[in-house]
T-cell receptor, first 110, second 118 residues
Framework: DAKTTQPNSMESNEEEPVHLPCNHS???????IHWYRQLPSQGPEYVIH???SNVNNRMASLAIAEDRKSSTLILHRATLRDAAVYYC???????????FGTGTRLTIIP | NAGVMQNPRHLVRRRGQEARLRCSPM?????VYWYRQLPEEGLKFMVY????????ESGMPKERFSAEFPKEGPSILRIQQVVRGDSAAYFC????????????????FGEGSRLTVL
């Protein structure tokens, strides 16, 4: 699987938008960009995924660069409950498993 | 619709004993994955199973560890002769069948089983 690079940690104020970056310069044409997050003492949960176009769902938005070498997960209005480790993962078509990196630890400041 | 159920949530074993971790996937899901997370580290893939078949065990230690997903019943991760280094959180995930035309299968994770080896 192609590798992703994320900042180790980020902080954001409560009720502010948060932009979590991810670099994946070696992404291939069949790689989907997935985001999961892991809240403290819990299992990971799916956030969003995309291939080429920007995506929105009830949890977040995913902005994908035109060359697909980077992407940004956007939390529109952070709450304390969004404090978690966020993982950006490339998943190639036909590859069922997810390979987790070290992720970004997001701290929300009240 | 119940989520992925793992039990026990916490398990304490002495060195040399066996640990059995169980995972019931979400209803209708036929794919099961096991991950291990050491304290303060990321999740490491161990094994991927479909009903009665091991598909990918590239992350599974060669000795003492085994996994199964029988036709009936939960998936089992078995660790024989546990050592202190096996202390970790073990997460199970499940997904529905993914068509060959795309790859949109979301993985649903359980709450994990936390193994402590004394």
């Amino acid at each position: 699987d192609a590798k992703t690079t994320q900042p180790n940690s980020m902080e954001s104020n409560e009720e502010e938008p948060v932009h979590l970056p991810c670099n994946h310069s070696t992404i291939s044409g069949t790689d989907y960009i997935h985001w999961y997050r892991q809240l403290p003492s819990q299992g990971p949960e799916y956030v969003i995924h995309g291939l080429t176009s920007n995506v929105n769902n009830r949890m977040a938005s995913l902005a994908i660069a035109e060359d697909r070498k980077s992407s940004t997960l956007i939390l529109h209005r952070a709450t304390l409950r969004d404090a978690a480790v966020y993982y950006c993962i490339l998943r190639s078509r036909g590859n069922e498993k997810l390979t987790f990196g070290t992720g970004t630890r997001l701290t929300i400041i009240p | 619709n119940a989520g992925v159920m793992q039990n026990p949530r916490h398990l304490v074993r002495r060195r040399g004993q066996e640990a059995r971790l169980r995972c019931s996937p979400m209803k209708g899901h036929s794919h099961v994955y096991w991950y291990r997370q050491l304290p303060e580290e990321g999740l490491k893939f161990m094994v991927y199973l479909q009903k009665e078949n091991i598909i990918d065990e590239s992350g599974m230690p060669k000795e003492r560890f085994s996994a199964e997903f029988p036709k009936e019943g939960p998936s089992i991760l078995r660790i024989q002769q546990v050592v202190r280094g096996d202390s970790a959180a073990y997460f199970c995930a499940s997904s529905a069948f993914v068509s060959s035309g795309g790859n949109t299968g979301e993985l649903f994770f359980g709450e994990g089983s936390r193994l402590t080896v004394l």
